[in-house]
């Protein structure tokens, strides 16, 4: 996944993604594999209002930056996606950082490094 955007007044993952895509990808580093209506479930606790149709786009947009991938399962029920991770957090978070420190070096290589040997001493 390559972060377009870096959102400075939010916390952790919301910086680089939508908030609903973040708290997605949270539940799913905890639990590692899950279908869309069990993330639903999930979130409808705290978005009562949220459809499942809604959540079940957003893990294919997720699906689409790599963070989640799917499988088509047959069941009694007919055929189901079940999402499994593609990366850790601890991962995630460090290509993120690469990425926005590369981006700085790139557009702020004078400020980038000094402001870098200030924070290492």
Partial sequence: MEP???KLNQKGIKAVLPALEAEIMEY???I???TAGEVYEHM???YPELRR?????????LCEKGLL???MERGRGGIRYVYTITTTREEFERKVVEKIIESLMANFREATYAYLSKIKK
């Fill in 4 to 6: 377009s955007e870096f």
């Fill in 28 to 30: 799913m580093w905890d």
């Fill in 32 to 34: 590692q594999e899950a």
């Fill in 44 to 46: 409808k606790k705290k």
């Fill in 53 to 61: 149709s809604t959540v079940s786009i957003l893990m294919n947009r």
């Fill in 69 to 71: 991938k799917r499988r």
